[in-house]
C-alpha cells in the first residue's frame, strides 16, 4: 500500500479495487474482506469503509447470503449449480426419478460450500423440480 494519510486509505483502496473491477480481474466476484485486507495491510474496518465508497457509487451491491457482487455480474454460485441442474434435467441427462449426487460431491464439483449446494436444492426443491426423501436423497421431480 502506498503511503497515505489514515483518514484517506479507504479511498484509496476504492480506487484501486474500481479499477480491477473495470478490468475484469472480479468476474467471479470480489475477495474476501480478510483478504483484501491483508493484500493491502489494513484493519477490516477500512476495507469495510472501501466496499462501502464502491457500493454507494455503484460499482458493487451486497446480495443477502451471497456478498459483494457487481451488478450485472457473474451469477451466484448457488444460481450457477441450479442453472446447470435444470439444464441436465431439461436436456434429459438427469430423467424423471433419477437420484442427483450428494451435497459433498456436488461441492467438490463446483468448487463451492455444502451450504450453497444445499441453497440451490431448496430453491430447486421448492420449485417443484426436484423432491427430497429422508435419509435417501435428492431425485429429479416426475413433474419436471
Given amino acids: 500500500m502506498p503511503q497515505a494519510s489514515p483518514r484517506g486509505t479507504f479511498l484509496l483502496i476504492s480506487e484501486a479495487l474500481r479499477a480491477r473491477i473495470a478490468d475484469g480481474?472480479?468476474?467471479d466476484g470480489l475477495p474476501s474482506e480478510?483478504?483484501?485486507g491483508r493484500e493491502f495491510g489494513v484493519a477490516r474496518t477500512t476495507v469495510r469503509r472501501a466496499l462501502?465508497?464502491?457500493e454507494v457509487s455503484g460499482d458493487v451491491a451486497?446480495?443477502?447470503g451471497v456478498g459483494r457482487q457487481m451488478p450485472g455480474g457473474a451469477q451466484a454460485p448457488y444460481e450457477r449449480i441450479m442453472s446447470d441442474l435444470l439444464k441436465q434435467i431439461r436436456e434429459g441427462a438427469l430423467p424423471a426419478g433419477a437420484r442427483l449426487p450428494s451435497e459433498a460431491a456436488m461441492?467438490?464439483?463446483y468448487g463451492v460450500a455444502r451450504g450453497t449446494v444445499r441453497r440451490a436444492l431448496r430453491e430447486l426443491e421448492t420449485?417443484?423440480?426436484i423432491r427430497a426423501q429422508h435419509g435417501v436423497g435428492r431425485f429429479v421431480s416426475s413433474a419436471s
Avoid: D, K
Fill in 25 to 27: 480481474r472480479y468476474a
Fill in 34 to 36: 480478510a483478504e483484501i
Fill in 52 to 54: 462501502r465508497a464502491l
Fill in 62 to 64: 451486497t446480495v443477502a
Fill in 107 to 109: 461441492a467438490e464439483a
Fill in 127 to 129: 420449485a417443484g423440480h
